[in-house]
């Protein structure tokens, strides 16, 4: 299931850029993020894969949406300029970030490639 993100849930389930100044993952599995808006066109193509992508990687990744509307303090703290972004959170090295509405398959490689997680 797709969780969406506050800044309070963020800080305590992803990264604490409050207290870190160093990225330090604060999950216990890796993670995709998807900053989106309720108006973005592309935004609404993706979600439905990342819905698959959820079921498909049940209890092995963390999938979380952020509102850049309501979150703004959190897409400005990820330098977020373009919707759909994402970022890929790996439990061990830093995160890495993709823009646009990238096809099922590019994500699926993304996430055997930079969360080291195979379905």
Same mark, same amino acid.
Request: charged share 35%; with cysteine; aromatic share 10%.
């Given at each position: 299931?797709? /969780?969406?993100?506050? @800044?309070?849930?963020?800080? *305590?389930?992803?990264?604490?850029? +409050?207290?870190?100044?160093?990225?330090? $993952?604060?999950?216990?599995?890796?993670?995709?993020?998807?900053?989106?808006?309720?108006?973005?066109?592309?935004?609404?193509?993706?979600?439905?894969?990342?819905?698959?992508?959820?079921? /498909?990687?049940?209890? @092995?990744?963390?999938?979380? *949406?952020?509102?850049?509307?309501? +979150?703004?303090?959190?897409?400005?703290? $990820?330098?977020?300029?373009?919707?759909?972004?994402?970022?890929?959170?790996?439990?061990?090295?830093?995160?890495?970030?993709?823009?646009?509405?990238?096809?099922?398959?590019?994500?699926?490689?993304?996430?055997?490639?930079?969360?080291?997680?195979?379905?």
């Amino acid at each position: 299931m797709i /969780e969406n993100l506050t @800044k309070e849930t963020f800080l *305590k389930k992803v990264f604490n850029f +409050e207290k870190n100044k160093e990225w330090k $993952f604060e999950g216990d599995k890796p993670a995709l993020i998807d900053f989106y808006a309720d108006w973005c066109g592309p935004c609404k193509m993706l979600a439905p894969i990342l819905e698959q992508l959820s079921e /498909e990687y049940k209890d @092995k990744i963390d999938i979380y *949406k952020i509102d850049t509307e309501a +979150e703004q303090e959190l897409s400005a703290a $990820f330098g977020i300029r373009s919707i759909p972004s994402m970022l890929f959170c790996p439990t061990d090295t830093e995160p890495q970030m993709a823009n646009g509405a990238l096809p099922k398959a590019d994500l699926e490689r993304i996430v055997e490639e930079v969360l080291k997680v195979q379905k």
